[in-house]
């Protein structure tokens, strides 16, 4: 009989997180201060995140111990399955194995869960009582309405406005688990209210989103900013996926030739391939491929340079590829795709050529992903979607040079929420953008001059 799953149980769930650190090519250029453009230590950080989440993001330690409280609250959905697409691989004619981690069975359906409870657990630990954070497509902000309500701590969620408006069943998933969702750019913060003076019908950004979230966190001393992507102490919590993938992949008596991963901050990338990247490191023949939209291509259009992780520019200044802090993408439906950066140590390994990247249209990745909930039964999430779309691409190469490799992708998360944007692709209401070059050469000509360590 064909296997289709292959699941762990559930004490084989991970017991430490992978921190890639000292495993890198070099240590990534060290995050500045806004102010003082001086590399930033534990102190200057701690007024936005918890010590134990400082700790980690510095740590050189190769594997760090997930607390045993937030293990057993992961048992509610991990360790996750790895499917094998075998009713996509019928629908391709492809020689190629195509197999899929998927995150959909979490609480609030994506991978997000998996350092927002971490997060949660540190915040809580230190006393604080309420996280302040941005949400694109509403992911993360569910996660984290998730996380925060189960350690009895209040949130505040900046949801990116054309997000806000495109996913209404998204910030009614964070108003049941208690948080309050405000659409960004808002009047409740002064980065919001000088940008609606200036541009009255903002589409908003996760630039603008991050800077009304800082802004709340640093004015309050019971409150903390949570990020759900870009830093490390992030990624680390998210490489649980890639290390259950692993294993599985060994249960299968497999090993894949291609990982694939949609990328927007690059948590959900580089939780699934950074568990690989040693083997890689150390000549195993495996390619990465982070996949982005047209519409906010960071790493294949983007320069690698310092810049602001938001808008307003008070935020750490970090140096990665970037389209500019005040780059504003057009309203694609993959709102969790839609940042101006990305993470310093995926930055560093793409500069480092040990990871690929590639952009589609959003019509084309619409395309793979009715194609797979037709097949596979999945609703794809949109940005999942993209991961997915080059995972077709390359399955289609294996059939025309008669090839069998193994493909794994992540499948982040579900879109049971973004049935809107089905209903726009099926009546051939999508857009596909193009490249913004001269938006996105006027956001760089605004980049933070850091002669020291440029």
């Known amino acids: 009989m064909e296997s289709y799953k292959i699941l762990l149980s559930e004490e084989e769930l991970p017991e430490s997180w992978y921190n890639i650190n000292p495993d890198l090519p070099r240590l990534p250029d060290p995050p500045l201060n806004p102010q003082t453009r001086k ?45 094998r697409a075998r009713q996509l691989e019928k629908a391709l004619d492809t020689p190629a194995k195509i197999y899929y981690k998927y995150e959909g069975v979490s609480g609030p359906g994506s991978h997000k869960p998996n350092t927002a409870v971490a997060q949660a657990y540190y915040n809580k630990a230190e006393g604080i009582k309420r996280l302040t954070t941005e949400t694109g497509a509403g992911q993360w902000g569910s996660a984290l309405a998730f996380a925060c309500n189960l350690f009895g701590l209040e949130c505040t969620v900046y949801m990116v406005r054309i997000s806000y408006e495109q996913k209404p069943y998204r910030k009614s998933l964070m108003n049941l688990w208690g948080a309050e969702v405000i659409p960004s750019p808002s009047q409740k913060t002064q980065v919001g209210r ?102 906010c291509p960071t790493l294949t259009r983007g320069i690698y340079a310092y810049d602001y992780g938001d808008s307003a520019r008070i935020g750490p200044i970090a140096k990665m590829y970037t389209l500019g802090h005040s780059f504003v993408p057009a309203g694609i439906h993959a709102g969790g795709l839609r940042y101006h950066g990305d993470s310093p140590a995926l930055c560093l390994l793409y500069e480092e050529k040990l990871v690929e990247a590639v ?84 956001a760089l000509e605004e980049l933070p001059e850091i002669p020291a360590y440029s």
Not at 385 to 398: G, W
């Open 194 to 295: 000088t940008i609606l003076s200036e541009e009255p019908g903002s589409l908003g950004s996760l630039g603008i989103a991050i800077s009304e979230a800082v802004e709340d966190a640093a004015t309050h001393e019971d409150t903390h900013y949570s990020l759900g992507s870009v830093l490390n102490h992030v990624i680390l919590h998210q490489t649980v996926v890639g290390l259950e993938a692993k294993k599985q992949l060994e249960k299968a008596g497999d090993y894949p030739d291609l990982i694939i991963g949609c990328c927007g901050g690059g948590s959900n990338f580089s939780g699934l391939c950074f568990p690989f990247m040693l083997d890689k490191m150390k000549g195993r023949n495996v390619r990465m491929i982070a996949v982005e939209p047209t519409a």
């Open 359 to 442: 952009a589609y249209h959003q019509n084309p990745v619409f395309e793979s992903a009715v194609l797979f909930a037709r097949t596979e039964g999945i609703v794809p999430a949109p940005e999942s979607a993209h991961a997915l779309k080059c995972a077709v691409d390359e399955a289609l190469k294996c059939r025309e040079a008669g090839e069998e490799k193994t493909i794994l992708f992540g499948l982040s998360g579900h879109g049971n929420f973004d049935l809107a944007a089905y209903d726009a692709y099926l009546a051939g209401e999508l857009v596909d953008y193009e490249y913004p070059e001269e938006k996105v050469k006027k």
């Open 39 to 83: 590399p930033m230590g534990p102190d200057d950080l701690s007024v936005l995140f918890p010590m134990g989440l400082i700790m980690q993001e510095v740590s050189m330690e190769r594997w760090i111990p997930i607390p045993e409280e937030v293990r057993e609250i992961y048992k509610l959905w991990r360790p996750t399955p790895l499917f």
